[in-house]
């Protein structure tokens, strides 16, 4: 809610994305992984399934990947 995303857009970018990104490993060995939404990008833990970071997709990014699809 802080930063603008709407829980429709998290609902959306987590059961339609636009783009799921692989899920990466970080220096201490954290798992995460980034969904892409038309509104909303998500990044979540694979292996507890807790939302870790939320941010709006921005206008171009979306058009991009809806143009890809």
Same mark, same amino acid.
């Given at each position: 809610m802080e930063r603008g995303v709407k829980p429709s857009a998290i609902l959306d970018a987590l059961k339609k994305p636009l783009k799921t990104g692989s899920i990466v490993t970080d !220096?201490? =060995?954290? !798992? /995460? !992984?980034?969904?892409i939404g038309q509104f909303g990008e998500v990044v979540v833990n694979p292996q507890t =399934? *807790?939302?870790? /970071?939320?941010?709006?997709? /921005? /206008?171009? *990014?979306a058009a991009k990947l809806l143009n890809k699809i």
């Open positions: !220096q201490l =060995g954290r !798992q /995460s !992984q980034r969904f =399934g *807790k939302i870790l /970071s939320v941010n709006p997709t /921005s /206008s171009s *990014k």
